[in-house]
């Protein structure tokens, strides 16, 4: 298994577009979780799945985020109409849901740039 | 309201000797806490955890301590390597979600 994938690594897109991104967990994993990270601060929760059941989505978030993990295995994160204030590196992590000391393996982040 | 608090920015602290990262929290129903590495351009990698019911969890070279009256815990780091020269993450878990603090970062010298 090699981690965590994201998907795209970088993406610039001028204020008002769609973007769409994708994470590939751990197989064996059953939760997958979405957090935004910021200049000089720590992950921000958006939304987490326990298999394809979203269970928690951040109040921060607004309608226009929507996350969807179809048969439990690749999760998306949309962003519609994006706002410069989305600029961010937006990190997936996936656990075992009966380990919760093994805590999270994150991927590499997509880092989100609106113009 | 910040849940998770690591009041200091950075840390640096010579090859060999101890490196004590500090962690405070509010929220009494976390029920696991856990630390985090993380270098440029790479996500957080887990380091090492402590459940709520303990005071103490050793791993090698780190040490979390957790001390529940005063909602604080530290990471400790003995010796400190220059490779352990990172950004550390506190974490604190409940109702199956992580909250993280904003990060320490730690320079070892050689």
């Known amino acids: 298994d090699t981690g965590v994938s994201q998907d795209p690594r970088h993406k610039i897109t001028k204020r008002g577009q769609n973007v769409t991104f994708r994470c590939d967990p751990i197989?064996?994993?059953?939760?997958l979780y979405w957090y935004r990270q910021t200049l000089g601060q720590g992950p921000e929760f958006l939304t987490y799945?326990?298999?394809?059941?979203?269970?928690?989505k951040s109040r921060l978030l607004s309608d226009r985020f929507s996350a969807e993990r179809p048969k439990g295995s690749f999760s998306t994160l949309e962003i519609q109409r994006t706002e410069q204030g989305d600029s961010a590196m937006y990190l997936c992590?996936?656990?075992?849901?009966?380990?919760?000391?093994?805590?999270?393996?994150f991927g590499s982040g997509t880092r989100l740039t609106v113009v | 309201d910040q849940q998770v608090k690591q009041n200091s920015p950075s840390l640096s602290v010579q090859e060999g000797r101890i490196s004590i990262l500090n962690c405070d929290y509010t929220?009494?129903?976390?029920?696991?806490f856990l630390w985090y590495k993380k270098y440029p351009a790479e996500g957080p990698t887990f380091l090492i955890s402590i459940s709520s019911i303990k005071d103490k969890n050793e791993d090698g070279r780190f040490t979390v301590f957790l001390n529940k009256s005063a909602k604080h815990l530290s990471l400790h780091i003995v010796p400190s390597q220059p490779g352990d020269s990172a950004v550390y993450f506190c974490a604190a878990l409940d109702a199956g979600k992580s909250t993280f603090g904003d990060g320490t970062t730690l320079t070892v010298k050689p």
């Open positions: 929220n009494s129903m976390f029920d696991y």
């Open positions: 799945f326990q298999n394809e059941a979203q269970l928690e």
């Open positions: 197989s064996e994993h059953n939760r």
């Open positions: 992590a996936s656990s075992r849901g009966d380990r919760v000391d093994y805590g999270y393996t």
